[in-house]
């Protein structure tokens, strides 16, 4: 997060926040709410400017920082997106559908021809696009917090780093680091229940494991994922079949591009190859 | 002929989700007024299909940050309604305790960050808090003690991930509840505050004309205050199994909005949610709760939409009684779910959301692959009630001036908690080419 890369001016006094919606639950900027301990302290810091949910005052930008959750899929939000980035300075995404396009980009996938043969009562009222993107697919972006949902310490330390000019510290390893530093017993070796924490990037603090489940990839990709790997021992070890690879690989982040080039891989016919 | 006037509000604020209002109205009364929601669809029960039955819990919860417990709860119950499943009675208690958990944050986030500063006179809970520093600081401690519950049983607060068809990945052990009952007796006093403090309001007087009586819609149970279970009946004699749900309602396609609007066959609008909970269901609330409402003077019916928030947050109180009361007689299930095994079936529940009735339905195959969901939220619900409530409130407040005459109308929204975000999910996907318009259907 280089907090003066982009020609928006600075702005005086107290630093402004926007919290911005596209296609999304509200869950990640409901988040910010969450911080039930922080909240008041953070108004304190920042002039919360913009944020629909929470106030109905909205100050005119330029925003120091913008945080963006959702994810782009209509022709509207095409344009309004350009507009948020013209007046961030710093633009942050916040959760699975801002940073890979969200569940919904599971429409990426589908058979058109599937879709468009069920009747509907009034499909000319409706806009969208065939398509769910993230919006680093449209404009730059300065910071990706991954997470369906985000978790909320991690929101804070991106926006305490924003606050102090210093790169946020989200470690981008994997679940499994998470679960060891945990302590929690592998639910693969121990139990054999397939687990996506070897491909997975941390930051909800290895929950699923913590629960007896295994890891469903909600936090999306880690870097250097070896994903083509992970799903021949998920075959090979495990017994997993097609479906439930391909639904662990497509769901939340199904269109992270490595999730994504996997998933398509694992449906060809021929497999792994 | 009288000059035609209109309110028009691009992008309502302190609601969950994106939404507009317009009304045109002159001298002779309201000519038009739309609710307009135009938060993008994002196609839920369309890519359903095909997904594996135990998936539902978890997708569904995407529907909606607010209220991802509901989600899980209506799916897992529609799964096991489906299987012929039956949860034990401790898992069943789990389930209600994770749901008041839900209540008591997602009211707690309406009572003091949304709707309070409306009848304070504020733009937001911060602004708020300079004034009123108690009030929020105790609603920032009810909120949570509603999360820590959520957390606790769920993983996290928001799509928690411990919730399964058939129970719990894992349930908590006795010690572990022993920290959070701690946590939840303190809240708990602050609730009763909250209740006398919310009853000290003042309310625009308003209530329906007797020509156009609110039809209130809600479980009904037998033994308790309904969560998870129970008949669907309403203030207007309506009394039937869920099963029945889809013969009764029925969801309706308009121009304007990107969720459905949803009426009752025989009548047209009704009304769901925690005034149609309390009025359908009081005598079934904690003895607690009853004589904080006689204390603070709040009767067993309330008709005014202005005053929900008293009624939010009697049923905070519950939940906190209710929580607390399964946390005192909680014994450790001894298996965290029952088995479940996928055959070719069908099933359906009605759960209460914080915002009202949340109806889920599902095919499965026997590989356990939904073949077709369905699913009407709480606010498709209210969609048509908080239209009508403005086509009767804006001729008493004429007088008022435009720009209080306007805030009038969003904080009668308010009223509802709308979950817009809940609201547009619901639409199948048609799609035809990249920049162009896609459909909607059921």
């Known amino acids: 997060m280089v907090p003066d890369s982009r020609a928006v001016k600075k702005t005086s006094g107290k630093r402004k926040l926007a919290v911005w919606k596209f296609a999304s639950c509200d869950g990640c900027q409901l988040s910010l709410l969450d911080c039930e301990d922080e909240l008041l302290a953070l108004a304190g810091e920042m002039e919360i400017a913009y944020f629909m949910e929470a106030s109905s005052h909205q100050v005119e930008g330029p925003y120091d920082l913008s945080l963006v959750e959702g994810s782009i899929t209509t022709a509207r939000d095409k344009r309004r997106i350009q507009q948020v980035r013209a007046q961030s300075r710093v633009l942050v995404t916040i959760g699975a559908c801002a940073t890979a396009g969200g569940i919904q980009a599971l429409r990426n996938f589908s058979d058109v021809e599937e879709f468009t043969s069920v009747v509907y009562a009034h499909p000319e009222y409706i806009a969208t696009l065939k398509t769910s993107t993230p919006v680093s697919a449209h404009v730059a972006v300065d910071f990706e917090l991954q997470g369906c949902p985000i978790n909320k310490h991690q929101l804070l330390e991106v926006i305490s780093a924003f606050l102090h000019r210093r790169p946020p510290q989200v470690p981008a390893h994997s679940v499994c680091v998470e679960c060891k530093i945990r302590g929690n017993v592998c639910v693969w070796v121990a139990d054999g229940i397939p687990c996506m924490g070897p491909v997975t990037h941390a930051g909800c603090g290895a929950l699923c494991p913590g629960y007896s489940r295994g890891c469903y990839g909600c936090y999306g990709p880690k870097e250097n994922t070896n994903t083509a790997s992970l799903c021949h021992w998920w075959k090979k070890e495990l017994g997993a079949d097609q479906a439930t690879i391909v639904e662990n690989l497509r769901n939340y982040n199904a269109a992270a591009p490595v999730f994504a080039r996997e998933s398509r891989r694992q449906e060809r016919p021929d497999g792994e190859k | ?442």
């Open chain 2, 1 to 442: 002929m009288a000059k035609s006037k209109t309110i028009k509000v691009d992008y309502l604020a302190r609601v969950e989700g994106e939404g507009a209002l317009y009304i045109r109205y002159d001298d002779g009364g309201v000519r038009d007024v739309k609710l307009k929601i135009f938060e993008p669809p994002r196609f839920f029960e369309g890519f359903m299909r095909g997904r594996d039955y135990l998936e539902a819990p978890d997708i569904t919860a995407r529907i909606c940050g607010i209220c991802p417990v509901a989600y899980q709860m209506s799916a897992l119950h529609a799964m096991e309604h489906a299987l012929g499943l039956t949860p034990t009675a401790e898992l069943r208690d789990l389930r209600r305790l994770i749901y008041c958990g839900e209540w008591i944050e997602s009211h707690a986030l309406h009572i003091f960050m949304l709707h309070a500063p409306d009848f304070l006179g504020y733009d937001n809970a911060v602004a708020m808090a300079k004034d009123h520093p108690a009030i929020v600081q105790d609603g920032l401690e009810i909120k949570k003690a509603g999360n820590a519950i959520v957390s606790l049983i769920g993983g996290r607060e928001v799509h928690p991930i411990n919730v399964r068809v058939g129970g719990f990945y894992r349930v908590p052990t006795v010690e572990e509840l022993g920290p959070l009952r701690e946590q939840l007796l303190k809240a708990r006093d602050m609730a009763v505050q909250t209740a006398h403090w919310a009853a000290s309001l003042t309310f625009p007087r308003f209530e329906r004309p007797a020509t156009d009586p609110y039809e209130f819609v809600a479980l009904s149970h037998p033994r308790e205050y309904p969560m998870n279970e129970g008949r669907i009946v309403s203030t207007r004699g309506l009394n039937i199994p869920v099963e029945e749900y889809e013969t009764h309602f029925r969801e309706e396609h308009i121009d304007y909005s990107n969720a459905l609007h949803s009426v009752l066959v025989e009548r047209g609008a009704y009304l769901v949610g925690p005034m149609a909970r309390y009025n359908l269901n009081y005598e079934h609330l904690s003895p607690l709760v009853q004589q904080t409402a006689e204390v603070i003077g709040f009767p067993p019916f309330c008709a005014n939409p202005f005053q929900s928030i008293v009624v939010r947050s009697l049923e905070v109180l519950y939940a906190f009684d209710e929580a607390l009361r399964i946390i005192d007689s909680y014994r450790r299930p001894e298996q965290p779910y029952l088995a479940t095994d996928p055959r070719e079936s069908s099933g359906c529940a009605a759960t209460e959301a914080p915002r009202g009735l949340l109806y889920h339905r599902y095919d499965i195959n026997d590989r356990g692959k939904i073949t077709d969901a369905r699913i009407v939220a709480p606010t498709s619900q209210n969609q048509k009630s908080i239209e009508d409530d403005l086509r009767h409130l804006l001729p008493k407040f004429l007088d008022l001036p435009e720009n209080r005459l306007q805030a009038r109308c969003e904080q009668a929204i308010r009223n509802y908690d709308p979950c817009i975000s809940c609201s547009t999910h619901f639409l199948q996907l048609h799609l035809e080419h990249d920049e162009g318009r896609g459909g909607a259907g059921i």
